[in-house]
T-cell receptor
């Protein structure tokens, strides 16, 4: 079945440093979604990418979808303490009915 | 607009017992998804219901089952509870099946097996 892998599992950064998490799928995806889960909270939808090579920005967050639609990345510029949490990617394969979530990247920020 | 609501917030059971978890989707959402989030294992997909029918099932044993009611609310039932079933169970809802809509999550039910 479809597998979605995320790296790294944990990332420690100093406040103000940049952060990137990568998502790779074993199959071509029709779209990819990104979610953020704050400690003690539930996942919250951030964005969806659909087109090959698509790049979207939300303030300090930049999301990319690979040309082959099998990988994606989330980059945060100049991290802040409010960015702490776990970032999940979730992909839907061309023939699949549901989303497959990656295991997430835990972002830990040291002030 | 009310979000996805789940009950109970916490549930404590012993091995072999049965647990029932409930979820009310956002008004107008017809799809309900169930996930298990055990420590360090991310979100494991359990079940997907839409329009009252089971649409997809994750790689879990048959003792995990559920249903969706005519008002689109849903129940997750776990029979013959085992220690490894201890986890946060998250419910999510979305607007349209197959339309790649975002999933909106509830706060979850924390199930603890003693």
């Amino acid at each position: 079945g479809q597998q979605v892998m995320q790296i790294p599992q944990y990332q420690h950064v100093q406040e103000g440093e940049d952060f990137t998490t990568y998502c790779n799928s074993s199959t071509t995806l029709s779209n990819i979604q990104w979610y953020k889960q704050r400690p003690g909270g539930h996942p919250v939808f951030l964005i969806q990418l659909v087109k090959s090579g698509e790049v979207k920005k939300q303030k300090r967050l930049t999301f990319q979808f690979g040309e082959a639609k099998k990988n994606s990345s989330l980059h945060i510029t100049a991290t802040q303490t409010t960015d702490v949490g776990t970032y999940f990617c979730a992909g839907r394969g061309g023939g699949a009915d549901g989303l497959t979530f990656g295991k997430g990247t835990h972002l830990i920020i040291q002030p | 607009e009310a979000g996805v609501t789940q009950s109970p917030t916490h549930l404590i059971k012993t091995r072999g017992q049965q647990a029932t978890l409930r979820c009310s989707p956002i008004s107008g959402h017809t799809s309900v998804y169930w996930y298990q989030q055990a420590l360090g294992l991310g979100l494991q997909f359990l079940l997907w219901y839409d329009e009252g029918e089971e649409r997809n099932r994750g790689n879990f044993p048959p003792r995990f089952s559920g249903r969706q009611f005519p008002n689109y609310s849903s129940e997750l039932n776990v029979n013959a509870l085992e220690l490894e079933d201890s986890a946060l169970y998250l419910c999510a809802s979305s607007f349209l099946r197959g339309k790649d809509q975002p999933q909106h999550f509830g706060d979850g039910t924390r199930l603890s097996i003693l």
